[in-house]
């Protein structure tokens, strides 16, 4: 039946209800979002010289800040200073210095505990010892004796979402924004995951001098919220081999295979569990299809994943955070659809045959394509420009524009966050999963290449399908999800003329929804309205509707 033309005709009173009553627009002069960006090779410079200037102390409580500030400065001049405190009573003081100089001669001056089980190890990770002679003395006020930029109490764990204050806002789209500003991940969330790369690399420095570790995934692609795991790679700095000098390092030749790369992982996991401070829970999954060491950073209270020569991840990172930056309008809606597959459980931490993040943000992308609001990737790699050429070792062509800012983008859909939440759940609420494959390559559909239940084209890698780990019973539970999404948006917009975005995070209620059918029917019967919400659903829906019963 005519399911599409239904959605349709609801889409039309959707946007004349927006036209007509109470959601306010969200203004924002979407032209304008280019000019700002920062290119991700700056940003990614940007955090790391931060990341070498900064240690990690953790203190006995708040009052010994002024204390430590006082002992730092004697090393060189402080920019900034933040706070926080994990579980327990375990305080932190994350200290910002001018100058790399000054972080170097604070280590090296720092002294290590005389214990025979402990082999003394080099790190940003530093406690301060309370002084004994000050002990008696009268504490000091905190912001009585910084003179630097204090940030206390930052928050290091996601909040509850029913307690941010969504419901203070009429608008969908502003509940959309303060969705994104409350859980994305903060400035000193992302000082710490980069100050966490920083201590795997250092510790590899003395053989490995070439090697940097970057964290990549959404710690770094604008999707990241407080809270979510730091994805981690080890690589090599390109070399800028030296035609003049006469003297080279000797190397060891071994092969680039995955036994090598399996090898690698365990003996970081060794390297992790055995001599790093706060690395714990160690585990080397070597057998996956990118082998990793999963780890859990105690200082930060963050879940790691270390990878090796894993380029094509970073560059992955980099063309999300292209998208994320390209317009306003990206990052909310991500945010929204990734927190309501979340609470309705249909996103898991644990991987498995479930629909992933990462999965989920390339079909909002897709979308966005759909509605023009982002370039589809060929014509970012049509722009490219020599600078942009990126050949990953493994041989894999990452080769896009990267300053998308040179992009002439005249993006004429104007739609409000609202709409485009609707408009994701409808598009996909009616998509064809069983032929069609998704290629944000060319912005469209195409035949899918072998059966798997979603099939989403590896941007960078095209022969692989990214969610080739969905099975056909969770394809199922997400397409039952997408319309039971777009059905409790239409009928709340239908009925009441506002939406609340909790109310979609709380799943569906079949209970309810038999009764807002019925009023809804009620309603359109006496107002001689054209549409009804239980066009919507076809028999197939009814049968789901049973099986949910
Ligand atoms: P959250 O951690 O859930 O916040 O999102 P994330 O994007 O960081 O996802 P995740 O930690 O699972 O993966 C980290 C990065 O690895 C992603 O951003 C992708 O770049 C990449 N990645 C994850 N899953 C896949 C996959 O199935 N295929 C490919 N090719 N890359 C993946
Ligand atoms: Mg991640």
Redesign the pocket.
Known sequence: MNKTCSLRRLCNLHEYLIKQHRIIRYKSNTCNDLKSFVLYDKFICERRSQSKCSVLVQVSSENSISDLYSYCSKFGSIKNIFHYQLAGSNHFVLTEFEDQSAVNTLLDQSTHVKDSNVIAVRSPFLWFRSNASKKNSKLLSTNDKLNVPFQTNQTMIEPNIKNIGLEKFDSLSDQMLLLLKCTQLNDIGTRLRFLTAMQIENSLKGIFPLSKVLP????V?S???IG??I?LVLMDSEIKENKTSRLIYHGKCVSNSRTQIQRNIEILGDLLQLFLPGCSRVKRISQARVPIVKYSQDFVGVEC?LAVSNE??VN??EL?YIFGNFDYRVRPLVFTI?MWAREINLTNDT?GRWI????L?LLVLFYLQQEKIIPDIQTLVKQASNSDVRITNEGINCTFLRDVSKLHKDVENKKTLDQLLLGFFEYFASFDFNTNAISLNFGKTINKPEYSALYIV?P??VH?N????ISSEEMERFRIELRNAAWTMESSLLNTNSFNLLDLFKGFDVNKKNQIVFEIQHQIKNSNRLVTVKDLFDDSQTQEDKRLT
């Open positions: 990549f995934g959404s710690s692609n999707f990241g919220k979510s795991d994805d994943d094509t991840a992955m990172s999300l990734k991987p992933t993040n990462f999965s943000t590896n960078l890698e692989f990214v969610s080739k780990n």
